[in-house]
Nanobody
């Protein structure tokens, strides 16, 4: 069973940047498409971005609007999310998971990393 550990969140002002990291223990990490999700206060968890196993296919939610960049390093079993031009609406706990399309593949989640954007 995979363990997912997210990090890199924090408190930033609007317009600022953060780089999130997701490290896994899954031995087959390089075989799976991976994705980022987020859950804002009082909201349901939503899809943010995904990247195929070989990084050839990348997908973003409409609200990203070119501000985020997803990447992965299969040798390190890690995935990243570079977030620029952050907005207060980006405030949420961010999670990673393997994905099937825009849906999480695994039922278990890591603890997430809190991103707070002040106006």
């Amino acid at each position: 069973q995979w363990q997912l550990v997210e990090s890199g969140g924090g408190l930033v002002q609007a317009g600022g940047s953060l780089r999130l990291s997701c490290v896994t223990s899954g031995p087959t990490f390089r075989s799976y498409a991976m994705g980022w999700f987020r859950q804002g206060p009082g909201k349901e968890r939503e899809f943010v971005a995904s990247i195929s196993y070989n990084s050839f296919n990348i997908d973003y939610a409409d609200f990203v609007e070119g501000r985020f960049t997803i990447s992965r390093d299969n040798d390190k079993k890690a995935m990243y999310l570079q977030m620029n031009s952050l907005k207060p609406d980006d405030t949420a706990v961010y999670y990673c998971n393997a994905v099937a399309g825009k849906n999480p593949r695994f039922h278990s989640w890591g603890q997430g990393t809190q991103v707070t954007v002040s106006s």
